[in-house]
């Protein structure tokens, strides 16, 4: 039997929602948010520390809180994944890790250019997105 360790955030004081998230200090790792969203946890980088530990995901609230930890069984945590909405991202995340080299790198770089585009938006104020011509 497959158990899970999974840390429970607590629920929002204001809208009662259970889609919330924990803030991190420290730089940004992807590799480290996507090992989170994996086990089931959404985090933030901040740098920050005179902020909230928590955050919700529906009023975008923050509040101070105590997480806990719950052991899980693999179906519960299947359950606890879709209940809390995880399932759509930690598909797409292990669809990701299942393309090839090639695939991969298509990917990158369709997300590159998608973020130079954006960078260069923010610099040069244009918008620098192909545009089709309309005919």
Known sequence: MMLH??????????????????????????????????????????????????????????FNGNSKFQIMTRKAFHRYLSDFGFIKSRNEIKAYK????????????KILIKRLRFVATLISGVDVRDKKKEE
Do not use: A, F, M
């Open 5 to 62: 360790l999974v840390r429970v955030n607590p629920e929002c004081p204001v809208c009662h929602s259970k889609q919330t998230g924990r803030y991190v200090y420290g730089t940004p790792d992807v590799y480290q948010i996507k090992r989170h969203l994996l086990n089931g946890e959404r985090i933030q980088y901040i740098y920050d520390y005179h902020r909230k530990k928590y955050y919700c995901c529906s009023c975008r609230n923050e």
């Open 98 to 109: 299942g393309l090839s080299k090639k695939e991969k790198r298509q990917i990158d770089k």
